[in-house]
């Protein structure tokens, strides 16, 4: 923990963490997993269009910063087709000094959490000029983009927005629980001899 993450977690600390998420949270996870949340969300077919107008109405009622990293990105006039890497990712092209957001598009809610996502990255790059501290500062504002545009896109209809923030809340609560569980099966296997 000390080398990978700078933390000084003990043992004794991370387990107490892992058995309270394998209390607490994998109740909910299971819950979830046996409800028909997700056929239900991804039956929803969405555009490229409406992905971007949900992350540029967030952007535009947020203003400031966000919106002035919102008009860069736009002016990027991104695209993508069949032939190009299946995944979204942000990065910073320091010859420009400019960041850059690719997103492969699935046609479902997933876009507007990627793109949502990978826009917070492009934010804090376009406020920083690329600065980077560590993986915890990175994620912090793509997260939290996650999130906030679920309140600031005002744009979108309501039935929408009900069903992003739910799906935020689902991913959230899913990357706990496989963390954990990642975390447990590493456990048992650096075990061994």
């Known amino acids: 923990w000390d080398w990978s993450y700078?933390?000084?977690?003990?043992?004794?600390?991370?387990?107490t963490y892992v058995t309270a998420i394998q209390e607490k949270l994998v109740p909910m996870y299971?819950?979830?997993w046996n409800s028909d949340?997700?056929?239900?969300?991804?039956?929803?077919?969405v555009s490229k269009q409406q992905i971007q107008d949900y992350v540029k109405s967030a952007a535009k009622h947020m203003g400031g910063v966000m919106e002035e990293s919102w008009e860069t990105l736009?002016?990027?006039?991104?695209?993508?087709?069949?032939?190009?890497?299946?995944?979204?990712?942000e990065l910073y092209l320091p010859s420009y000094e400019v960041p850059f957001v690719f997103l492969y598009p699935y046609g479902d809610?997933?876009?507007?959490?990627?793109?949502?996502?990978?826009?917070?990255?492009?934010?804090?790059?376009?406020?920083?000029?690329?600065?980077y501290l560590s993986v915890d500062n990175a994620e912090a504002l793509s997260q939290a983009m996650e999130y906030l545009?679920?309140?600031?896109?005002?744009?979108?209809?309501?039935?929408?927005?009900?069903s992003l923030r739910k799906m935020t809340l689902a991913n959230s609560l899913c990357t706990y629980v496989d963390q954990a569980a990642y975390h447990?099966?590493?456990?048992?296997a650096y075990k061994l001899t």
């Open 74 to 89: 736009e002016q990027q006039k991104l695209s993508a087709g069949p032939n190009k890497y299946i995944g979204s990712y």
């Open 37 to 45: 949340f997700f056929e239900n969300v991804y039956e929803t077919r």
């Open 6 to 15: 700078e933390r000084d977690y003990t043992p004794q600390e991370v387990q």
């Open 30 to 32: 299971q819950q979830l």
């Open 109 to 131: 809610i997933t876009d507007y959490i990627s793109f949502s996502h990978e826009f917070g990255h492009f934010i804090n790059d376009y406020a920083t000029k690329g600065s």
């Open 149 to 162: 545009a679920t309140s600031y896109s005002l744009d979108t209809d309501a039935d929408t927005l009900e």
């Open 184 to 188: 447990s099966f590493e456990h048992l």
